[in-house]
Each structure stands twice: as structure tokens, then as C-alpha cells.
């Protein structure tokens, strides 16, 4: 028995869909999990390389020391800052000795430095002793001289020079010693710091010793 088909029946090839055959072979991709994702807490880090590669970073990660923490410092830092503090305070230290040095010299020499004596030394006219006055006039030392008995003759001797900073903050002193040629007449001594300069007296008059 045949069957006729008719043509209306089957349907024309413009109707049908293009649909593209696949390949006989199809490319398959592997992707690989990120090494953070598959890591554990405990597993130390990989360079996703073979294992051997990654044997040697884990062995190198072990044998690395520890960090060490930010409280554990050098001991030459706290001996440095003990040296410098120790500088400091001796540098306040001085300043504070110089500053009560010179209040006391001020106290007790004035400004300009001046110190006075009595004394007799052989240039007097009467029971009167002779006054000096010995000040320290911006450096130079000056010995005023009232005669005992006369003090309208006064006379005025030129010390040394004292060089050096506050040179005119030096404070004097005067002294009257016996004089090697006359019994009855004293020498003049003056000395500042350990320096002592001599005067002679002769003629009536005192005469600086150069040295």
C-alpha cells in the first residue's frame, strides 16, 4: 500500500531554521581556584607553582625569624638620650653657678667692680691713714689714692688691662704688703682671678712692677 504525501504538507526548506552543526571537538577550560580561596588559616602561603616551588617558599617562610615588636629598641638609643639629657642638665648647671656667681659679685663689688682699703704706707702727713679705692673701669684696673692727712692730693695709678668676655664683671682686690727696701713703707698688691700685679712704693709714689 503507498502512502502519497502531499505537497502542501511538507514544509519548504526557507522555513526551516539554520542551525550550525558543532564541532566534532569542543575546547574545555579548565579554571584553576584562586590560592586565597583554597588556602586554610593554618596552610602558609604557595606561589601556585609546582610543588617544589612552593616546598621552598613554605621552608623559607618557617625559617624566617619573627618580627620584632616596636617596643624592643636598640640600647644605644636610651644611652644616647641619657648622655644628652645628662648635657643638658650640666649646661643649666653652669648657667645657674655663673648666674649666682655674678649676683654675688654685684652684691658685694657694685657695678663697676670697686673695692676700698685704709692703710698706711709712708705717704701720710698726719695720724690719718691713706684711702684707696681700686675699681675695675671696663677692663682696666684704676687705683685711686686719697693721701691720709691731704686727700686734696690725691693721685690715681693705672693697673693692667684684663682681657676676656665680661672682662668688666672681674672682681679686684687690694692688698698692702711690707716693702723689701723701707720698713716704714708697704707695697700695693692688686689681684684679680690668680693673677697679683705689685706695686712699689718709692719716691713717695707706687710704681707697677712689669713682669
Known amino acids: 500500500m503507498q502512502t502519497t504525501m502531499k505537497t502542501s504538507e511538507i514544509t519548504p526548506q526557507s522555513a526551516l531554521r539554520h542551525r550550525p552543526i558543532a564541532p566534532a571537538t569542543e575546547e574545555v577550560r579548565f579554571v584553576q581556584p584562586r590560592a586565597s580561596l583554597t588556602r586554610t588559616k ?3 602561603h604557595t606561589t601556585g607553582g609546582p610543588p617544589a616551588v612552593n616546598k621552598l617558599t613554605k621552608t ?4 624566617q625569624p619573627p618580627a620584632r615588636p616596636l ?3 636598640h640600647w644605644s638609643l636610651p644611652a644616647g638620650l641619657a648622655m644628652l639629657g645628662m648635657l643638658v642638665v650640666f649646661w643649666l648647671g653652669q ?4 648666674w649666682c656667681t655674678t649676683a654675688y659679685d654685684d652684691m658685694l663689688y657694685g657695678r663697676p667692680r670697686t673695692v676700698q682699703a685704709d692703710a698706711f704706707v709712708g705717704h701720710e ?15 682696666r684696673i684704676e687705683i ?23 672682662a668688666d664683671l672681674v672682681p679686684i682686690n687690694i692688698s ?3 716693702s723689701a727696701t723701707n720698713s716704714k713703707q708697704k ?8 693673677t697679683h700685679v705689685l706695686f712699689h712704693n718709692e719716691k713717695g709714689t707706687f710704681t707697677m712692677q712689669n713682669n
Not at 60 to 63: I, N
Not at 144 to 166: C, K, T, V, Y
Not at 187 to 194: R, T
Open 42 to 44: 593554618h596552610e602558609p
Open 60 to 63: 623559607r617562610q618557617l625559617q
Open 71 to 73: 617596643s624592643a629598641m
Open 95 to 98: 648657667m645657674a653657678i655663673n
Open 125 to 139: 702727713s698726719g695720724q690719718t691713714p691713706s684711702h684707696f679705692i681700686a675699681l675695675n673701669d671696663h677692663g
Open 144 to 166: 685711686i689714692e686719697f693721701l691720709g692727712g691731704d686727700p686734696a692730693h690725691s693721685r690715681i695709678f693705672m693697673g693692667p688691662q684684663i682681657w676676656g668676655d665680661n
Open 176 to 178: 698692702f704688703v711690707p
Open 187 to 194: 707695697d700695693m698688691e692688686i689681684s684679680f682671678h690668680s
